[in-house]
């Protein structure tokens, strides 16, 4: 993945949030007060104050990640292993391309879409994991078996009913609407995954054009943003479904809802008039 500049790794919800903690403020008013108290002139435990909230804010600014050991597919089961084992091979036949294009500004070039790729790699291998931990939380769901206590439990209560039965069928529909719920966002997680590694291979295709002068650059290098932009918006959208099912509705990849399309907006309404502004029709003479 490449390495984030301090300054995009500044303008951040973590470092947001540290800025206006209470806690920081509290910290730099705290520490400005000692100063005072200890004899040290306003300006001078002000700056001592600053020098305190600027490490408290310093932090929460995100690190870059390491290169390196931080993808193995062999620690995912399939199909997500498979999945991050096409998409680096992919990107092994993209460089392999790279390195057999004669230097000049086309070769300069795909190098630098090599480096955007090394982004979609991470993002692939981050959408895989969080894929391989929602499907081993469905294996320890057991909703079959839920599903099978539950039919029984219904039977029963044609029978008769009691609080005890309909707490547990209360129980028992949740664990099962909770185990279709991940079910549901594992099948699409792997279908989407599934298009985009195949977006992947269409990519190194185009960039062997590219690199013999039959296909424009430009248009390749579109086609790798939007590659990874679609696949951290894959990512961020699982991120936001976990955090909605443990009750986290905060996080920094929170999806914002979608706007209402034009048609469906209500239409203006005309401003009501104050009556002191109405001007006053004079009787006539």
């Known amino acids: 993945m490449t390495r984030l500049s301090f300054r995009d790794r500044f303008f951040t919800p973590p470092v947001a949030r540290a800025i206006w903690s209470p806690l920081s403020i509290i910290l730099l008013g705290a520490v400005t007060a000692v100063g005072i108290i200890v004899g040290l002139p306003v300006v001078a435990a002000f700056a001592i104050g600053l020098g305190a909230y600027a490490v408290k804010v310093g932090f929460a600014v995100p690190r870059n990640a390491k290169r390196g050991d931080r993808i193995d597919p062999f620690v995912l089961n399939e199909p997500w292993r498979g999945y991050v084992q096409s998409a680096q091979s992919a990107k092994l036949r993209f460089d392999r391309t790279v390195e057999g294009t004669r230097s000049g500004p086309i070769r300069d070039h795909l190098s630098q879409l090599s480096s955007r790729l090394e982004d979609g790699i991470e993002e692939s291998w981050r959408i895989a994991s969080r894929g391989n931990d929602i499907d081993g939380a469905i294996s320890q769901l ?7 206590e539950l039919d029984q439990l219904r039977r029963q209560q044609r029978s008769g009913s009691s609080p005890d039965i309909e707490s ?18 594992s099948k699409s997680t792997r279908d989407r ?11 190194v295709a185009r960039a062997v054009e590219v690199s013999v002068g039959s296909a424009d650059s430009g248009v390749l290098g579109n086609d790798v943003d939007d590659l990874v932009t ?15 099912e443990t009750g986290d509705l905060t996080g920094p990849g929170e999806a914002l809802p979608d706007p209402q399309p034009r048609s469906q907006l209500a239409p203006p309404t005309e401003p009501t008039a104050d009556p002191e502004s109405q001007p006053r029709t004079q009787p006539p003479e």
């Open 168 to 185: 547990t069928i209360r129980s028992l529909e949740a664990q099962v609407s909770s185990g279709q719920r991940m079910q549901s966002v």
């Open 193 to 203: 995954l599934r298009l985009l590694d195949a977006r992947f291979d269409e990519l």
């Open 142 to 148: 057991n909703t079959a078996q839920a599903e099978v």
């Open 230 to 244: 679609e696949l951290e918006g894959l990512r961020l959208a699982i991120d936001d479904t976990q955090r909605a």
